[in-house]
């Protein structure tokens, strides 16, 4: 089998696939470089557009995007809503910006999705302007991801739409534990917002 059609009929599409299950029943090396797959932030993940997303080179539900993104990377209960992300879920924070913060138990990461448009528009080949395209149609450019505790995810809800969020008060507590690690200055803004807000 060769075809993007033979590739779909294998994996379905509009969902992720790790590396180590492609190799198993199609070549990895045309699929990578025919972008029947998108590299994801994650080593060994990757995204198989729908044919909608295919033909215009976007992703369409970033939300499910990022939830089973993650839910792939981490499992599910592994990992939560944090921060100022989940602070606009409970309407503590309402300023539009291009981050998104989660917990997990594994180590810290920074995400900066900007730098990797960045390096793929320099490259300028063909399969590199494609990515930059389903890259910048996120519409983020940044992601934060903490390292909790067990304790940290005692509160986590799950919501039908977005995934593991935590409770209000959780977000008091991540933010006293995480905001002296973090350099950037808009969004220690927002930090002083929602304790504001919150208080």
């Known amino acids: 089998m060769t075809g993007y059609q033979d590739f779909v009929?294998?994996?379905?599409?509009?969902?992720?696939?790790?590396?180590r299950e492609i190799t198993k029943k199609f070549s990895f090396q045309k699929a990578l470089s025919s972008v029947y797959i998108i590299p994801t932030f994650f080593r060994g993940i990757?995204?198989?557009?729908?044919?909608?997303?295919?033909k215009g080179h976007f992703i369409e539900n970033k939300k499910d995007f990022f939830t089973n993104l993650f839910h792939s990377r981490y499992?599910?209960?592994?990992?939560?809503?944090a921060l100022?992300?989940?602070?606009?879920?409970?309407?503590?924070?309402?300023?539009?910006?291009?981050?998104?913060?989660?917990?997990?138990?594994?180590?810290?990461?920074t995400i900066n999705i900007s730098e990797k448009i960045r390096s793929l528009e320099k490259k300028k080949?063909?399969?590199?302007?494609?990515?930059?395209q389903y890259l910048s149609s996120l519409e983020v450019n940044i992601i934060y991801i903490h390292k909790g505790n067990q304790d940290s995810f005692s509160?986590?809800?799950?919501?039908?739409?977005?995934?593991?969020?935590?409770?209000?008060?959780?977000?008091?507590?991540d933010i006293e534990k995480f905001s002296s690690k973090i350099r950037n200055h808009t969004l220690k803004k927002i930090y002083k917002r929602i304790l504001t807000r919150y208080t």
């Open 84 to 109: 100022s992300t989940s602070a606009r879920y409970y309407g503590l924070e309402w300023s539009a910006t291009t981050i998104l913060e989660i917990v997990t138990l594994e180590k810290s990461k």
């Open 46 to 54: 990757y995204y198989i557009p729908t044919h909608r997303e295919r």
């Open 155 to 173: 509160s986590i809800q799950i919501d039908e739409t977005i995934g593991p969020i935590c409770a209000k008060e959780q977000i008091v507590k």
């Open 9 to 19: 009929n294998i994996f379905s599409n509009g969902k992720f696939v790790r590396s």
């Open 125 to 132: 080949s063909y399969r590199s302007a494609l990515l930059v």
């Open 75 to 81: 499992g599910q209960k592994k990992w939560y809503w």
